[in-house]
């Protein structure tokens, strides 16, 4: 009879065999981690904006002569220009903001003033008093080169002292034209302002590539575009040289090829006869606009709120 005692080398091999297992399920999980990290965050970095140079925007149909416009306008202060050779930035840029903190607040207030539209300028043009004339116009271009349009959100990243992180992306290109009535302020205009929003840059570029390609979706859809249909606040008088005008511009806001209503509140002032210096801010949430809230997994997860901001300079345009 053939004897039945265990070989003792089966265990030996066994375990041979479960390490070798082992090892293998290993490796396969860190080539699977390695590919989730090259895909979604490293590949990420990589999306280029699909948008390059400077968006255009109509030009509005006024009866302007720019060459004569604002010539009443002196220098606000001409001493302090004279006295420098680095001038001082125009705004307080964006990015100066970046830190932890959630995302900030200050949400445009629901206009109750009378709103100046198109259609009320054309009825008052029947009035002498409320008439533009051709040269009381000036025409400004926005120069995107020199402005900027940010988006700022709070967002939260686990495993770091801190709370919050306020994540800051800034695109510098803008196009759009603002008219200013020298006369009669009320009968000023703005046109429709156009923004390449895939251009957007943060200080993370898989943050910028994620915004491209999963959240914003910037290179499917790279114009956000800011359509007035009034303003609110500006008084029917001259402007005064060195003064700064707060008011409300009341439109529609597509980001994401969807509409919205907005209503941004602006802080402008002329920093001499031929530059227009403007802040316009206002809060919207992503996913009134069909846009999916940031949120991965173990790594960042964002607030629905954006603080939404856009520093303007425009020049007279030429003639």
């Known amino acids: 009879m053939t004897s039945s005692t265990p070989n003792a080398v089966h265990p030996n091999k066994n375990r041979r065999i479960i390490g070798i297992v082992a090892g293998l399920v290993i490796a396969v999980a860190i080539i699977a981690i390695a590919i989730v990290v090259k895909t979604q965050f490293i590949d990420l970095g990589n999306i280029t904006p699909v948008g390059n140079g400077q968006p255009t925007a109509p030009t509005l149909a006024l009866p302007i002569k720019p060459a004569s416009a604002l010539q009443f306008v ?39 003033a009378a709103v100046t539209t198109a259609a009320s300028v054309n009825a008052a043009a029947a009035t002498p008093a409320a008439t533009a004339a051709a040269s009381d116009y000036a025409v400004f271009n926005i120069a995107g080169s020199e402005s900027e349009a940010c988006y700022e959100v709070g967002e939260t990243i686990p495993g770091q002292g801190k709370p919050f992180n306020l994540a800051i992306g800034v695109s510098k290109a803008i196009a759009g034209q603002i008219a200013i009535d020298k006369v009669n302020l009320a009968l000023s205009q703005i046109g429709q302002i156009v923004i390449d929003i895939s251009q957007f840059t943060s200080d993370s ?6 915004i491209r ?18 303003l609110t606040g500006l008084p029917a008088r001259a402007y005064v040289a060195g003064e700064t005008l707060t008011f409300q511009i009341v439109g529609t806001l597509n980001i994401h090829n ?62």
């Open 74 to 112: 002196s220098y606000v202060h001409p001493a302090d220009l004279q006295a420098t050779t680095t001038p001082a930035p125009l705004y307080v840029s964006c990015i100066e903001q970046r830190g932890a903190t959630p995302t900030p607040t200050g949400a445009a207030p629901v206009a109750t």
């Open 205 to 210: 570029p898989q943050r910028d590539g994620q």
């Open 213 to 230: 390609k999963r959240f914003l979706e910037s290179n499917n859809y790279p114009l956000a575009k800011l359509t007035p249909t009034g």
């Open 258 to 319: 969807t509409n919205q209503p907005v209503t941004f509140d602006v802080s402008a002032h002329l920093v001499d006869a031929n530059t227009l210096v403007g802040t316009a801010t206002t809060n919207i949430k992503m996913t009134d606009f069909g846009i999916t809230v940031p949120d991965i997994a173990h790594f960042v997860t964002a607030n629905n709120d954006v603080y939404f901001v856009l520093n303007l300079v425009a020049h007279v345009a030429a003639s």
